[in-house]
């Protein structure tokens, strides 16, 4: 159980093991991959697009009763209207979604993932499809904490590996009193403790705490100003896929144009953001 | 902790419920026969066919079962071999339960007296008689309490399933942990259907003891 729990869990930005696990995956056959297929025509031909997450990551992948629900499900949905096929879904654990991108399970990850400089150079990525920043929950009884400045001297979660973690502990280098931050395999585990008290807030993406905070009022609120740089999550597809990627990220402006993505994000994250169209330069 | 939680995910649990279920007998009872194969040619009279057996055992049973799926669903598809999810869970956990099924009925067999084998001989049993009447009832019935064990064990790690994308009841838990954002409800359902399960697995090992204990005193 307690492999489970450790690999099972470790999610979105936990790239780390996942680089390691495929590189050296595909280090050892590279020479045996069959390397040239065009994924796009493939989709075409077959009229579906085969699309993996994890369906834990509210409010972009849930999966309600085994309904797959959320904005990744919605905007993909969208793309596959534009590129003429059907979409399909598969709920894998974070830690096989990249792997079973590169041994070719499925066509295009659609978790999304923060654009990093490291992870640029082995993936490629999608235009951004919403705000990634860096933001602080805590319970809503605590009255101590009204900004993020307030945590200093305070116990903060958030999950291992994360770019969220990382701009938080820059952040909490900056504060006068330190900051003790507890590290989580799962999201979910660090919001857990918070609800128990363990910690006094937790670290996530903005869109990721407002809607986690929106469906437990009684027990969670969001510290407004998000403290981090401004960062966005993406789609991944496998660097050899240009021509995947390039029709994804024309749908996807194209669906940004016409107010689609506005109805999406108004529905998932109560207001509207705006995105970059290209994919811009990661800053961390 | 707010029980409505439970009986809200009531369906989507018990759906789960009963694909780890199945994919845990489809895995005991290939696992078995694998088994038996490999506890025969452990037992065997050719070196050759000994060795392979202990190979085999060594290998499966020294590999993390999480290993072996990942190995059958990701890297074999490196290679051009595209297996799908379900025949790669229920193959991994054949061929891990396999290793330790056939230590199980290797143990029960070498704790039978020699003697019996002998008396049966002197007593004119043909050789297939010997295992079909003597030595085979007797092997079966020390297994039982071990091999209720060892399904018992499967069952639970058949939560590994997830990782090749099967929805399997520990999956299923966590993701309605994440969607409620009610862990220790999402958690608590999961748990009591892997614990009803488990009590009629060791319910039925018991009937079969009562059984083959009868079988005995005749």
Not at chain 1, 87 to 113: M, R
């Amino acid at each position: 159980m307690k492999t489970i729990e450790t690999i099972g869990l470790t999610r979105r930005e936990a790239l780390k093991t996942g680089l390691a696990a495929t590189a050296a995956v595909g280090g050892l056959l590279g020479a045996g991959r069959a390397a040239w297929a065009d994924t796009l025509a493939d989709i075409k031909s077959r009229g579906e697009l085969v699309a993996a997450t994890e369906m834990q990551f509210p409010p972009f992948d849930i999966s309600d009763n085994g309904v797959y629900k959320g904005v990744d499900r919605e905007l993909i949905d969208a793309v596959g209207k534009e590129l003429g096929v059907k979409v399909s879904y598969l709920d894998l654990p974070w830690t096989s979604v990249l792997p079973g991108l590169e041994a070719k399970k499925f066509d295009l990850c659609i978790a999304p993932v923060t654009i990093t400089k490291e992870r640029l150079k082995r993936y490629a990525f999608s235009v951004p499809i919403a705000d990634a920043t860096a933001a602080l929950m805590k319970r809503a009884d605590d009255k101590s904490i009204a900004k993020p400045e307030d945590i200093a001297g305070k116990t903060v979660g958030g999950q291992k590996g994360t770019s969220q973690l990382e701009q938080l502990k820059a952040f909490a280098a900056k504060l006068p009193k330190p900051v003790e931050v507890k590290e989580y395999v799962d999201n979910n585990e660090s919001y857990a403790d918070l609800a128990a008290g363990r910690i006094d807030a937790s670290v996530n993406s903005l869109p990721n705490l407002a809607y986690a905070a929106a469906q437990r009022s009684d027990a969670f609120a969001v510290v407004l100003p998000p403290f981090g740089q401004p960062t966005y999550f993406s789609w991944v597809g496998r660097l050899d896929d240009k021509s995947l990627l390039d029709a994804i990220n024309a749908a996807i402006v194209k669906l940004d144009g016409d107010g689609t993505m506005a109805a999406i994000q108004k529905k998932w994250f109560g207001q509207t953001m705006d995105l970059p169209t290209t994919v811009p330069e990661p800053t961390i | 902790m707010r029980p409505q939680v439970i009986f809200h995910s009531f369906g989507y649990l018990t759906q789960s419920a009963g694909t780890t279920l199945a994919l845990s007998l489809a895995g005991i009872a290939l696992g078995f026969l694998i088994g038996a194969a490999v506890c025969a040619a452990r037992l065997s009279r050719q070196a050759w066919l000994r060795r392979l057996g202990g190979a085999y055992v060594s290998v499966f049973r020294g590999v993390p079962l999480l290993v072996l799926l990942l190995f059958i669903y990701y890297f074999l598809a490196e290679y051009g071999l595209d297996i799908p999810a379900l025949v790669a869970a229920v193959g991994g956990l054949a061929l891990s339960s396999g290793a330790y099924q056939a230590e199980i009925l290797r143990g029960a067999f070498n704790a039978l007296p020699r003697g019996q084998a002998e008396a049966a001989v002197a007593l004119g049993f043909p050789g297939i008689e010997i295992w079909r009447r003597v030595l085979l009832p007797q092997a079966l019935r020390i297994s039982i309490p071990p091999l209720i064990n060892e399904f018992i064990l499967l069952l639970k790690a058949s939560s590994l399933v997830s990782v090749v994308g099967i929805a399997e009841l520990t999956r299923v838990s966590m993701n309605i942990a994440s969607s409620t954002y009610r862990p220790l409800e999402a958690y608590v359902g999961g748990g009591l259907f892997y614990l009803a399960i488990n009590l009629c697995l060791a319910g039925f090992g018991a009937i079969a003891e009562r059984r083959l204990a009868a079988g005995a005193a005749r």
